[in-house]
Every structure is written in C-alpha cells, then in structure tokens.
C-alpha cells in the first residue's frame, strides 16, 4: 500500500492572516479552495505543491473568528516542511524579514531544525532534510525554487498511550519504527515522512478549536485500499469508522487508541478533476449539497486576498463582524444584526437578497445566554437587564463610529437592519443616543427599555415591522408610541407573518429604500 502523510488539516480563526502566512510567507501554492462539507458556513482551504501532490498539502477549516482550541494529548501539535538543509539560513533571514519570530536552529534526529509559529499559535518547523523525493515544487512569487518548501516533512502527536499509538500507525498507515528519544517515538514512511508520537502523559487533553490540528490524513493508493482497511479495523472493533466521498479523494476516518482524529484518504482523483493543472486554486468550489443555495453560501464564506491582490478591509472594533463588499458594489451598506443565538453571519443572506449589489456588515452580539450570542442579558423572555441594554447600545455606537474610519462607511447611506433581538438593540440606541443612527429597519421589535426616553429623532427614518402572528407582537404597540411621537419619519406595518422574517419582509422594505432615497 502506498505510505505516508497525504494531507493535514487545521483549524484557522482568520482567513486573511492565514493566506499571508502560509502563501505569503511560506510561499506555499494555493490549490484549492471549497465550501466546508460538514459546515456550509466554514471556508476550507488546500496549499501545496505546484500540482497539489498527496504529502505537499497542508488544508485549513477557516472558522473565522472561531473560538480558540487547546493543545494536549489526543491531538496532533505541530507539523513540519522538509526544506533542503542549507535553506535554513534563507529561511532565517526571511522571518526576520516578515517580522515572525523564529527559534533555532536546533538538532532534532540529525536534521537542523527552525521553529516558527502561524497567526494562529500552531507551530510550524522548517526540517533541513533530503531525505524527501519532491514531486513538484513550487516557487512563490518572491522564493527562490532552490530555497522553496519541498513538501510535508511529518507532523507530531501529543498521546497518553504512545506504544498503543505507535502501534496503530505501524499496523494500518504502514509506518515503521526509526528512532526514539525519552519521550518521541519517531515513525518513518515508505515516502519518507515521519510521525513523531509523544508522550504527553500527564498533560492536559486537547481541545477542539482554532489554533489546533483536527487531524493527519494518511495515503491510501485507490478506494479498495481504504475500504480493505476499513474491514480490519472494523474487525479490530477500532472504533467507529466513517468513509466519505470527498470529490478529489475518498477517504476514512478513525480515532487511534490516543484519541487523535485519523483519515485514509485516496490519491486521486486529485484537484484537477474540477481545475486545469494552471489555474488551481482560483475558483471556489462548494460541494454537491450547498450547490442548490449557492447565493446564501457564497455570502457567508469569508473573503480574502492573495499576497499584492486588493484586499478586504480588516478592522478590530468592539463587536465580532463580518464584512462582505460584493464584485460589483453599490454606494449602500447593510448593516445587519441578528436575533437570539444568531451570529454575525445569520443576516448575511437576507441582506443580499434585498439588494446583491449592497455592501454588508454583519455583527455578532457581545452577550450570551446558555452559549448562544445576545444582544443584552434577560431575565425572562420579555423582561431585561436595563444596565446591560444601556452599556451595549453604548457600545454599539462607538462599534459605529469605528466603522465610519475603518471602513469608509457614509452613515447617510448605511441602512441598520435587526431582528428580534438585534431589532430591540437598535430601538434601544435610537432611544437613548439620537442621532447616532439614521436608517433603520426593525423587524419583530418589542419595547426592552422599561423607562422610555423622549428623543427628537427628527431626520432619523425607521420602518418597524411587526408580525400579525407574532407571539411577542404584544409587546411592540409601546415602541411603535415612542418612536411614533419622537419625530422620526416613522413607518410601522403589520405583516401576515409569524416571528420569522422572510420575502414578506424583503417585499416591504425593498420600497421603502427606494422612497426614503436610500
């Protein structure tokens, strides 16, 4: 059977930081980029060599702005790129260059070794070796293909059952034993890459996360391969094992004694299945399943930039967001909060459906409850922290004022959009800050603030859409009052609708856009 690494995948919380690091800096080629199989919301990307050969492929589940994993055992913690031995000193030099910290060189089983980390804490190591055959390297624009990464040099597993571990990788991903030290049992393929299994008894146990490694896929030379494997380990009562079609592999996954997530995945198809051999890489790709929701997929992903392209602007504001500015954009901006237990990206897909030209700003809220994002904390379904409404629509004035320099936004085009949750957030700031705010859609509102301030909104337009259905409508006839008698250009209309918000809503306030000029 065909040995070793063919990809490993991570977990990366920035997609823009992480194209930098791994192409920009590394120079590695970016051969492929698809919507998640598991998460239509989650950007998976490839990097490899030249033609996306099994063992060059480092990929990346973009969990953009994802909750930080830990490191420890039942987990794989670091990986490493085999580079030709006198590229260390290249390498050195160019981290000092791109201001990346970087330690060593150190021996590690005879090969010099550099240590570096990337934006998200996972350690990378640059191996001085020859002992890899290099199926297509690949140059980045700025690296000599003398001093480029050659491909995958192996990775380490942190493990509490390192001779059970070891084993496992022997038996069925036909590695075998060529070193030891103390603690690191060092693991060789066919295709000389290695599995470095450490001893982490007595560490913590790992995490799922950004900033971690999900899993190692091992190479497997056809589908039968995998399967016949499968039919042992199932024989082995190994565990529960689940094989995929992948489109460019197939592929099966196994947890090993240690806990740490394994695949068998397939030589081929490979990536040119659905991309010429030149132009990997440069088209995104969703799989069969998301195909059929293409728009609403399309605009959750986050987008990115390659190295000297024109990039999305990235700011650090007080909330969590997302930012989408579409190929052919408008003069308008949607900004767009959610309801309870959404995210900033829930909103997205309505948002585009309302005007695909429009630029969109998707935000989370800062406060949550069992978990799941909110606005301001409650203490039952209708009745809320009063100090928490007032410090967050604070706030999210200055989260305003933050994107009027950070992203250019002309506050007299940018439309405010919320639901539920994030509709009483947006009431509670055309309340209590007038002015900071000028266009307003509320969808499925109700009046949160028990005492209700007397703004002059005048110049301020608001649409207040209420649902006939709505279990929670009870409670709007307060806020329709106050904003009624506030001075705004006010409009409320009850829809033949629930607490939900769909075309009902879109066919009310496309209209309304276009009346109030905006």
Not at 17 to 39: C, I, M, P, Q, S
Not at 271 to 288: I, N, Q, R, S
Not at 324 to 338: G, I, M, Q, S, W
Request: hydrophobic share 40%; charged share 20%.
């Amino acid at each position: 059977m065909t040995s070793g690494i063919h990809h490993i995948t991570l977990i990366a919380r920035k997609v823009q930081a992480n194209v930098d690091f791994y192409v920009g800096f590394l120079g590695l080629h970016l051969v492929k980029r698809t919507g998640g199989y598991e998460d239509p919301n989650q950007l998976h990307l490839f990097y490899g060599d030249a033609s996306g050969s099994p063992g060059s492929l480092v990929s990346f589940l973009i969990w953009e702005d994802g909750s930080p994993g830990r490191v420890g055992h039942g987990q794989p913690s670091e990986i490493a790129f085999a580079i030709p031995p006198e590229s260390i000193g290249y390498w050195m030099t160019r981290a000092l260059q791109f201001h990346i910290q970087a330690t060593g060189p150190a021996q590690e089983f005879g090969e010099p070794v550099l240590r570096l980390k990337d934006p998200d804490g996972v350690i990378v190591k640059l191996v001085g070796t020859n002992a890899l055959a290099e199926p297509a390297p690949w140059a980045g624009r700025d690296i000599p293909e003398t001093d480029a990464i050659r491909r995958l040099r192996g990775a380490t597993v942190l493990t509490e059952k390192s001779e059970d571990t070891a084993r496992f990788l022997q038996n069925h991903f036909g590695y075998a034993e060529t070193g030891a030290t103390e603690s690191i049992r060092r693991l060789t393929s066919r295709s000389g890459d290695v599995i470095d299994v450490r001893d982490a008894g007595g560490f913590w146990s790992a995490a799922p996360g950004t900033g971690t490694i999900d899993h190692i896929a091992f190479r497997a030379p056809d589908e039968a391969t995998v399967l016949a494997v499968r039919a042992d380990l199932e024989q082995e009562q190994a565990g529960a094992t689940n094989a995929h079609d992948r489109k460019y592999f197939f592929s099966l996954y196994v947890r090993e004694p240690g806990g740490s997530l394994c695949e068998l995945a397939t030589d081929g198809p490979g990536f040119t299945v659905d991309e010429a051999p030149d132009a990997l890489g440069t088209t995104l790709f969703l799989p069969p399943h998301l195909a059929g929701d293409l728009t609403a997929t399309l605009v959750r992903l986050p987008q990115f930039a390659m190295p000297g392209e024109p990039r999305v602007p990235q700011r650090d504001l007080p909330f969590i967001h997302r930012f989408y500015r579409p190929e052919k954009a408008n003069d308008r901006t949607f900004v767009l909060l959610h309801g309870s237990g959404g995210n900033e990206i829930d909103m997205l897909p309505f948002g585009h459906q309302l005007d695909p030209r429009a630029t969109l700003l998707g935000v989370r809220g800062r406060s949550t409850e069992e978990g799941f994002p909110r606005w301001f904390r409650r203490f039952s379904m209708t009745k809320f922290d009063q100090q928490d409404i007032r410090a967050e629509a604070e706030a999210f004035v200055a989260f305003v004022a933050g994107t009027r320099e950070g992203y250019g936004l002309d506050l007299e085009k940018t439309v405010f959009i919320g639901y539920s949750n994030g509709a009483n957030l947006l009431a509670a700031v055309l309340l209590l800050h007038p002015g900071s705010i000028r266009n307003v859609v509320l969808m499925r509102a109700m009046a949160a603030l028990d005492d209700t301030p007397e703004p002059d909104l005048t110049g301020t337009k608001v649409l207040m859409l209420t649902g006939k259905d709505d279990p929670y409508g009870k409670h709007a006839p307060e806020l329709k009052s106050a904003l009624g008698d506030s001075g705004a250009n006010f409009e409320a209309i009850d829809l033949d609708i629930g607490h939900g918000i769909g075309v009902e809503d879109i066919a009310v306030i496309r209209p309304w856009l276009t009346e109030s000029g905006l």
